[in-house]
T-cell receptor, first 110, second 114 residues
Framework: KQEVTQIPAALSVPEGENLVLNCSFTDSAIYNLQWFRQDPGKGLTSLLLIQSSQREQTSGRLNASLDKSSGRSTLYIAASQPGDSATYLCAVRMGNQFYFGTGTSLTVIP | DTAVSQTPKYLVTQMGNDKSIKCEQNLGHDTMYWYKQDSKKFLKIMFSYNNKELIINETVPNRFSPKSPDKAHLNLHINSLELGDSAVYFC?????????????FGSGTRLTVV
């Protein structure tokens, strides 16, 4: 069964720093991987989707990479801002399902 | 606005009651889902419907019953609510199983059973 882990569970950084969030999964037979952002009390906003055949995707200050064979993905956030504070979730699609990680709670300190 | 919309946003109810949560998507997607997010933020799939047909039915109490009147709607009915049902329930939709564009989520329904 697929297990998705995100480390660290919480991260606090000063504004302007570049940072990396990690996601690992146990079964590499994934179809794609999606990074989401969740603000307190709100729904999930899709940030980036990487297909299993891709190595990375970029959107603005965000860059997500995928190493399927080693079961890892990273989300790189450049020049962090207080508005980036949220919980970041990764999810892998396998078969009919998306398996979610437990999230990394990010706080960017002004 | 194109979106996945859930109602109500908040639901507070007593143990033993029956309640429903509604979900609608106007994205033209063919598959809809219900997820439960527990207090530790972990999201777990409950049900999935593709063109009104149930395709995923995870191990949830049979007090939970999904209903899909058409492919744009997926409602969740819960009978005899229990304290442990308190959670945030998310509806989502996708096209072609999320292969090309992933999933789109609603903003969630926070259910509190007292």
């Amino acid at each position: 069964k697929q297990e998705v882990t995100q480390i660290p569970a919480a991260l606090s950084v000063p504004e302007g720093e570049n940072l990396v969030l990690n996601c690992s999964f146990t079964d590499s037979a994934i179809y794609n991987l999606q990074w989401f952002r969740q603000d307190p009390g709100k729904g999930l906003t899709s940030l980036l989707l990487i297909q299993s055949s891709q190595r990375e995707q970029t959107s603005g200050r965000l860059n997500a990479s995928l190493d399927k064979s080693s079961g890892r993905s990273t989300l790189y956030i450049a020049a962090s801002q207080p508005g980036d504070s949220a919980t970041y979730l990764c999810a892998v699609r396998m078969g009919n399902q998306f398996y979610f990680g437990t999230g990394t709670s990010l706080t960017v300190i002004p | 606005d194109t979106a996945v919309s859930q109602t109500p946003k908040y639901l507070v109810t007593q143990m033993g009651n029956d309640k429903s949560i509604k979900c609608e998507q106007n994205l033209g997607h063919d598959t809809m889902y219900w997820y439960k997010q527990d207090s530790k933020k972990f999201l777990k799939i409950m049900f999935s419907y593709n063109n009104k047909e149930l395709i995923i039915n995870e191990t949830v109490p049979n007090r939970f019953s999904p209903k899909s009147p058409d492919k744009a709607h997926l409602n969740l009915h819960i009978n005899s609510l229990e304290l442990g049902d308190s959670a945030v329930y998310f509806c989502a939709s996708s096209q072609d199983g999320g292969r090309a564009r992933g999933y789109t989520f609603g903003s969630g329904t926070r259910l509190t059973v007292v």
